[in-house]
């Protein structure tokens, strides 16, 4: 696997967490440590997204990424049509 797949596999791992994390703290709002393990993967999420766009371009479009110069918007391949 090449280092930007490897790269969106960490991504994904990271915001299944968050989905499962979110799911539980629907029914248990009161649980305080995973409260702070989300918000643990919350701030790791972010910082990957960050140094994945400036090492491989936007994740996603309409202004929620902003771009280098020049526009990379159109450089491929799109992180959703890499195959694992």
Do not use: C, I
């Not at 997204?49 to 929620?64: A, H, V």
């Amino acid at each position: 696997m090449n280092d930007q797949l490897a790269f969106l596999n960490r991504l994904q791992q990271v915001e299944f967490a968050l989905v499962e994390l979110q799911l539980y703290l629907d029914t248990h709002k009161d649980d305080q440590r995973a409260l702070m393990e989300f918000n643990q993967y919350s701030k790791q999420l972010e910082m990957l997204k960050k140094q994945y766009e400036l090492q491989y371009g936007p994740l996603l479009n309409f202004g929620f990424s902003p771009s280098q110069y020049p526009w990379r918007w159109l450089e491929g391949p799109w992180p959703w049509e890499q195959v694992f």
